[in-house]
């Protein structure tokens, strides 16, 4: 089963920037990686999405590995509301065009001011 | 634009009631929808899949039964949760994938949450 593995925290300096990093060593070929962010009791957010290359929206950044095992979401310059819970996803093909998004267990980012 | 609302978005109830939950995207038509259910401190747990006009696929352990997905436009799904019990208490969340999305596209846009507590 595809499945990604995050450390559960991680704490950065506000306007530094920040790198999160993901394992995904059993993802197939035609899986995307995706990143979603979630506040407290809100829902989650789309950060960004890519499949092979590098990404940049003006969100983040995200770099893939190039065996694609592994990939980190960059933030240049955190602030202080980028404080959630960052989920590194795989989008799955169940069947023809119909996908599903599998969570991981996220990593919550602290910024200190 | 790609709004998706959620209706209410926290409710109280005793247990033994039925409670209906709303998802709506507000500006753009989705062919499917998916309900999702997220414990305290937990990350997020697919419950079902809905697509527009046909019956909702249930993951495994979700009871189709006690928990009822209509899809009846491209603009709105509900999520029943029949015969509420305490263990059913939590958030839940839909998100909702544009009508031709493509793989690029291919973007869930959530919405915020319905807290649910059965007492």
């Known amino acids: 089963d595809a499945k990604t593995t995050q450390p559960n925290s991680m704490e950065s300096n506000e306007e530094e920037p920040v790198h999160l990093p993901c394992n995904h060593s059993?993802?197939?070929?035609?899986?995307?990686i995706h990143w979603y962010r979630q506040l407290p009791s809100q829902g989650p957010e789309y950060v960004i999405h890519?499949?092979?290359?590098?990404v940049n929206n003006r969100m983040a950044s995200l770099a893939i590995a190039e065996d694609r095992k592994s990939s980190t979401l960059i933030l240049h310059r955190a602030t202080l509301r980028d404080a959630a819970v960052y989920y590194c996803?795989?989008?799955?093909?169940?069947?023809?065009?119909?996908?599903?998004?599998?969570w991981g267990a996220g990593t919550k980012l602290i910024i200190k001011p | 634009g790609a709004v998706v609302s959620q209706h209410p978005s926290w409710v109280i109830c005793k247990s033994g009631t039925s409670v209906k939950i709303e998802c709506r995207s507000l500006?753009?038509?989705?062919?499917?929808m998916f309900w999702y259910r997220q414990f305290p401190k937990q990350s997020l747990m697919l419950m079902a899949t809905?697509?527009?006009?046909?019956?909702?696929?249930?993951e495994q352990g979700v009871e189709k039964d006690k928990f009822l997905i209509n899809h009846a436009s491209l603009t709105l799904s509900t999520l029943t949760v029949t015969s509420a019990h305490p263990e059913d208490s939590s958030f839940y969340i839909c998100?909702?994938?544009?009508?031709?999305?493509?793989?690029?596209?291919?973007?869930?846009?959530f919405g915020p949450g319905t807290r649910l507590l059965v007492l």
């Open positions: 059993t993802i197939s070929g035609t899986d995307y």
């Open positions: 890519g499949l092979t290359s590098n």
């Open positions: 996803i795989l989008r799955v093909r169940i069947s023809g065009s119909n996908y599903q998004l599998i």
């Open positions: 998100s909702a994938r544009r009508h031709g999305a493509g793989i690029i596209q291919e973007t869930q846009y």
């Open positions: 809905s697509n527009e006009g046909s019956k909702a696929t249930y």
């Open positions: 500006d753009f038509q989705a062919t499917t």
